[in-house]
Every structure is written in C-alpha cells, then in structure tokens.
C-alpha cells in the first residue's frame, strides 16, 4: 500500500512506477528487519540489566548484615561457654545468666541462622527448666550440638584457628 503512494509520487516524474515500488519494497524490509533486531537487544538488556541488579540487591543486604551476623555468632558462642561454666552455680547466678542469655537472645535472634538459633534456643530452655540434668548430658546434647551449629554457620578463618579456641574454652573448666 505504501508502495502504491510512492508510485503515484513519482508517476509525474517520469520515472516506472513497478520498478520504484519494487526497489521501496526491497529496501525497506531489511530495515525493518534491523529495526526489529535493535529492539529485541534492548529488551534482552534490559532484562540482563533488571535481573543483575536484583541479584546485587540481595547481595548488599547480605553483605551489609555480615559484621551483625559474625557478631552475634561470637556472642552466642561466648553465652554458651558461660552457661556451661554457670551449670553448677548457686540459684542467683544461674539465674543473672540465664536471665542475660534470654534478653541478648531476645534482641539477637534475627542475626542467628536458623540452626544456630534452634540450638541456641534449645540450650537456653533447657538450662532454665532443668537444673537435675548431670555437667555431661548438658554439654553432649546442648552445649556442644549449639557450638558445632554456630561454628557451621559462620566458619572460623582458619581449621587452626578453630581447635586452638575450642582446645582452650573447655580446657580451662576442666
């Protein structure tokens, strides 16, 4: 149709109207294709550009997070060293730790990864419920169970690193 136009167009210039149309037609389709081809591009980048955005998004949250998250693994790692040195204790400082363990816990527990938090959970309800239970049982169910989760969840720098600091952790109560 639109080569029907061009060939009234140039009818008066003298010029064959079949072979003016053929030559529109034949020029405008691989543009129209290139067209089509810049357009598709576009929205193929744009996508690309929307789902990478989206996957750093996450990650600054993650990142941004991250000393909150290592900070409150190595609390939770200390207030289970000290529950379990608090066990045998007399009623009110079994209580000021319990109830120092419940308020961080209360304030932190976001931070925990859900095993860790799980665990820690755990420990906290158990050293508040049962004061029969024996040293050994605690530190085979609870205390070691937590600290192997919290250790899990955010690693130690080095395997070293880690042995040295559970090495001296229990060997100073025994």
Not at 18 to 45: E, H, K, M, R
Not at 61 to 84: F, I, M, V
Not at 142 to 159: C, G, H, I, R, W
Request: net charge positive; with cysteine; proline share 3%.
């Amino acid at each position: 149709m639109l080569g029907m136009f061009i060939s009234a167009g140039v009818m008066g210039c003298g010029i064959d109207s079949a072979t003016s149309a053929q030559a529109f037609d034949a020029n405008i389709l691989p543009a129209l294709i290139g067209l089509l081809g810049v357009l598709l591009g576009v929205f193929i980048t744009g996508l690309w550009s929307y789902f990478i955005a989206k996957i750093n998004y996450r990650n600054q949250l993650r990142l941004a997070a991250l000393d909150k998250r290592l900070a409150a693994h190595q609390e939770a790692y200390l207030l289970c060293y000290e529950l379990y040195c608090k066990h045998k204790s007399s009623g009110d400082e079994r209580d000021k730790v319990q109830k120092k363990c419940e308020d961080w816990f209360l304030r932190n527990c976001l931070y925990l990864g859900p095993r860790s938090n799980s665990k820690f959970n755990d420990l906290l309800h158990k050293f508040s419920t049962d004061t029969k239970i024996s040293f050994e049982e605690l530190n085979k169910k609870y205390v070691f169970p937590t600290l192997k989760a919290l250790k899990a969840e955010m690693a130690f720098p080095s395997p070293s690193l880690e042995k040295d600091v559970v090495a001296n952790l229990f060997q100073r109560i025994a």
